[in-house]
């Protein structure tokens, strides 16, 4: 029986260091011959594969060769001004055919260069190494960072694509009036999937969760708002848009000033600067799906910058509107209404993410200074 345990024990022993041996020398030139014996055959396939082609483009060249012949004498019949394009018909089959192979035989080669060169590192889930769970889950991602978050970019994006443009052009400012209401409702039914995947599938505070719904229905509001706003504008400038649309003969003659107008009838339909930005933001982000809380609580810090930016935006229509823009009275304290409404929309938003960090103190503690390193804090894991 002792003999038999000091076998099995040495046997175990043997494998161990069997497995354990990657990084020997032995080991390491053994996988540089690997390697070695995998360049050589590939490249050994890669000419084997050329020499069909070639073989192949020959072929090609002597089937043909008969058709070319009797073109070329046609083509001198008839006094062709390029005679020898017949003649060379077999040559130019043959080089289609080699190039074709050629390039597909390169291309797998390549391929195959490129899987070995390959290094994959498998995680365990069960150790620090895992993306959940150890060091790499958070890099860059350890402290809430709401103003980097992919939500505030992109609306600071569309706010930026505002504040740079300049319209010379009323049915430029018709655009982006009329299409606030929509870019508005885009940036509202992003902040309620926020809220509803926060509540229905993440480990989140429901008064975060509530502060995000009361932003998304104050957002709500500032669209409702808005859709006053663009009434309010078509029927009030009812005459000046029908003089652009369906002018009268000569309705130039009209004009205040000798220029024409710049803008093309059709740009009050086409997306304003504000809802381009608005709606691209809603798209992308849809498409976003963070892995880690320590994101999803960037992203929620980051709602209340996003609404600032919209209501920064929109408050730039608002003052543009009051001193250059042409328009009634009413349609500029409607667009101040909806700058009011998302300036709250933002502070609940802002909010949201300040309970946030107020109820998961203790986890994000833990995420930004695990006890003992991660490896340690990692034991106190949950189930996946």
């Not at 107020?358 to 930004?368: A, P, Q």
């Amino acid at each position: 029986m002792q003999r038999l345990r000091g076998a099995a024990t040495r046997l175990r022993q043997r494998i161990a260091r069997a497995g354990q041996g990657n990084g020997t020398p032995t080991n390491q030139t053994g996988g540089r011959l690997h390697l070695l014996r995998r360049r050589l055959a590939r490249r050994i396939a890669h000419w084997a594969r050329c020499v069909g082609a070639g073989t192949l483009a020959a072929l090609g060249g002597l089937a043909t060769l008969p058709v070319g012949f009797l073109w070329g004498v046609l083509r001198l019949v008839t006094n062709h001004r390029d005679p020898l394009g017949g003649f060379a018909f077999p040559v130019r089959i043959a080089g289609r055919i080699w190039r074709f192979f050629f390039r597909r035989s390169r291309a797998r080669h390549d391929n195959d260069a490129q899987a070995d060169a390959l290094n994959l590192n498998v995680n365990d889930p069960r150790k620090d190494s895992d993306p959940m769970t150890g060091t790499s889950i958070a890099p860059g991602a350890t402290a809430l960072d709401g103003q980097n978050s992919k939500f505030a970019l992109s609306m600071k994006a569309a706010a930026d694509g505002y504040f740079g443009f300049k319209p010379t052009s009323m049915m430029h400012v018709a655009a982006e009036y009329a299409g606030l209401p929509n870019g508005i409702r885009a940036v509202a039914a992003t902040i309620q999937s926020t809220a509803v995947t926060g509540d229905q599938t993440l480990p989140l505070s429901k008064r975060v969760v509530h502060k995000l719904l009361e932003a998304y229905e104050e957002t709500l509001h500032a669209a409702k708002t808005a859709d006053t706003m663009v009434t309010q504008f078509q029927t009030l400038h009812r005459f000046d848009i029908q003089r652009i649309l369906n002018p009268r003969t000569n309705e130039w003659m009209w004009n205040v000033t000798p220029t024409g107008g710049e803008g093309a009838e059709t740009a009050m339909f086409q997306p304003g600067r504000i809802e381009a930005g608005c709606v691209l933001t809603a798209v992308l982000y849809r498409s976003y799906q963070p892995v880690h809380m320590m994101q999803r609580g960037s992203e929620i810090e980051g709602m209340g910058y996003g609404l600032k930016f919209l209501a920064d935006a929109v408050d730039a229509l608002w003052k543009r509107t009051n001193a250059f823009y042409p328009v009634d009275d009413r349609v500029t304290d409607d667009i101040g209404r909806v700058t009011t409404r998302l300036q709250t929309a933002a502070q609940h938003a802002e909010m949201a993410g300040k309970l946030f960090l107020e109820d998961h103190s203790l986890e994000i503690s833990h995420n930004t200074h695990p006890r003992k390193g991660p490896a340690a804090e990692g034991m106190w894991n949950a189930s996946r």
